[in-house]
Every structure is written in structure tokens, then in C-alpha cells.
């Protein structure tokens, strides 16, 4: 079982900047790939961004690349997502997950554990 907390949401000016953090539970964190999707008001969840456990290759969505970078420090049991040049698109709730297989993550959005959400507004 791994349990994930995700902090570091808020409410930011258009232009501004996060840092969303997940700190996970359990020995095994380094062995699992990491992700971010977000849910907007009356949107599907999406995936946003993810990190893989074998060997740290990243992956985002369009949408957030130049803008967006994931980053872990398996140490701290902690993924991060850093969030610049935000803009009101990017309000939504974002939720980390984890899944051994980056696949399950990237491609299919099924990973096996989520977190609560935390929830990012960005103002125009």
C-alpha cells in the first residue's frame, strides 16, 4: 500500500508560480513512477505530468511543457511539480499518483494509488 499527501496548492495571480509537493508512505518509493493529473470544473481528470521510478525520463502533457517540471527526491519519499508562468487554464485540482508500471500513468490514467487532491486556482 502506498498513501499519498499532496500540500502546496493555492491561490496565484496569472504569470505566478507553485510548487506542488506528494509525500508518499512505504520503503519501496524510489521503485514507483510518479504522476500528476488535474481535474477542472466539469472536465475529465487529465494527466499532467510524470516521472518515472526505473530511470527519472519525464513525461507532460502539451499543454504544460516549457512550464511545468516534475522532480523527486526519493530520500524525502517526495515528487514535486513545479508550476511557473500559470495561467487560468491551468485552475483545477491536482492529485499525485503512483503506480509501479509508468504506463499505467502516462498512457492509460489507471495508476493504482491517488492522492486527496489539492486544489490550485490561478486568477486572471
Known amino acids: 500500500q502506498v498513501q499519498l499527501v499532496e500540500s502546496g496548492g493555492g491561490l496565484v495571480q496569472a504569470g505566478g508560480s507553485l510548487r506542488l509537493s506528494c509525500a508518499a508512505s512505504g520503503r519501496t518509493f524510489s521503485r514507483y513512477s510518479m504522476g500528476w493529473f488535474r481535474q477542472a470544473p466539469g472536465k475529465e481528470r487529465e494527466f499532467v505530468a510524470a516521472i518515472s521510478g526505473s530511470d527519472g525520463s519525464t513525461y507532460y502533457v502539451d499543454s504544460v511543457k516549457g512550464r511545468f517540471t516534475i522532480s523527486r527526491d526519493n530520500a524525502k519519499n517526495t515528487v514535486y511539480l513545479q508550476m511557473n508562468s500559470l495561467k487560468p487554464e491551468d485552475t483545477a485540482v491536482y492529485y499525485c499518483?503512483?503506480?509501479?508500471?509508468?504506463?499505467?500513468?502516462?498512457?492509460?490514467?489507471?495508476?493504482?494509488?491517488w492522492g486527496q487532491g489539492t486544489q490550485v486556482t490561478v486568477s486572471s
Open positions: 499518483a503512483a503506480d509501479s508500471i509508468i504506463r499505467r500513468i502516462v498512457v492509460v490514467a489507471t495508476p493504482d494509488y
